[in-house]
């Protein structure tokens, strides 16, 4: 294992001083948890909450400040934040009409979260909480049902940006179950992510493979082959895409292609190229792009393609607010 790292164990500690030290005109870290939160405030409009394990910067810390989170609350690597530091992250981000905490679909986050909403919930704060299952390579097969991946990103902007708007906490609630309905991801891997704690990848992939539907934890996928171009593989990722949404010609998507974590630039842009030909082929309507690592697995290499369905005008106008955070979306 080579990585640039002391000691494991005090990983997210220098993690998220580092990341205040860096960005410590924007965001601050409450006193002895592992929230971060924005020093930005709008009193009386509702405060959205993230977080989850580390590992996948820059969420969720680099989505906090102005137009998208109010807090993030992390956990050590790939493990979900604890419900004490959960509800610091809650007191600290309401502003006085309430707060909207937007969930991962993972078991530990669900619990954990839940069980911050009701101790909040009991110090007088009004919390909702949205749920983010927008991984369509298990579908609802498993115990708690579709994982929360890139899309999750999506789910901030959007809410985040109706929430500096003004919206109230049963609207954004209301608005972000929608949007989860047509929000849906799928990833391919070609390289596993090794965790600094156990020192070695969390699963293999020869020279000359990839994985289909590998989660951002190093789940793994639903089907292993020889490694492909990327035409062929964003054809089979589009193709999984356009079974799940049943699309019409002429409907109208946003794409974010995503990088994992090793994987460059110049391969993400190629990869969106072949994206939007085969959009194209099917007469959808792209009123929406980006492009880049936001939702990572440490270093794995590969991608996640995410599509929303722009069922609102409102949603594409949303995902362009300009924000002010430390990671621009």
Request: aromatic residues 6%; without cysteine; negative net charge.
């Amino acid at each position: 294992m080579k990585k640039i790292i002391n000691d494991p164990k005090n990983l997210l500690h220098e993690l998220l001083e580092g990341f205040v030290f860096t960005h410590h005109d924007l965001v601050d870290r409450l006193d002895g948890t592992n929230v971060i939160h924005r020093k930005y405030r709008n009193e009386g409009k509702v405060a959205l909450v993230s977080g989850g394990g580390s590992g996948h910067e820059p969420a969720h810390a680099g989505f906090v400040g102005k137009g998208m989170l109010a807090a993030a609350v992390l956990g050590e690597v790939f493990t979900s934040p604890t419900p004490d530091q959960i509800v610091e992250a809650i007191k600290t981000a309401d502003q006085g009409a309430g707060v909207l905490l937007i969930v991962k679909n993972y078991s530990g986050d669900i619990m954990n979260f839940d069980m911050a909403k009701d101790l909040a919930e009991l110090e007088g704060i009004t919390v909702d909480h949205v749920v983010v299952g927008d991984d369509i390579s298990i579908e609802d097969t498993g115990s708690v049902g579709k994982r929360g991946v890139a899309g999750t990103v999506l789910v901030h902007k959007i809410l985040g940006a109706a929430a500096e708007n003004g919206m109230n906490l049963t609207d954004l609630k209301n608005l972000g179950e929608k949007l989860v309905s047509n929000i849906a991801t799928i990833g391919v891997s070609l390289s596993p992510a090794t965790v600094p704690e156990v020192g070695k990848p969390g699963f293999t992939l020869a020279e000359d493979e990839l994985e289909y539907g590998v989660g951002i934890h190093g789940e793994a996928g639903y089907r292993r082959e020889k490694i492909k171009p990327s035409y062929e593989i964003a054809e089979e990722l589009v193709t999984q895409l356009k079974n799940h949404f049943n699309w019409a010609q002429g409907e109208r998507f946003g794409i974010f292609v995503n990088g994992l974590g090793a994987t460059p630039p110049m391969e993400q842009y190629i990869f969106m190229n072949d994206v939007q030909k085969l959009l194209a082929q099917d007469e959808i309507q792209v009123v929406y792009t980006k492009v880049g690592s936001y939702m990572t697995a440490i270093d794995m290499a590969g991608v996640s393609l995410t599509l929303i369905k722009m069922e609102d005008d409102e949603w594409t106008k949303l995902l362009n607010e300009p924000v002010d955070t430390p990671t621009t979306f």
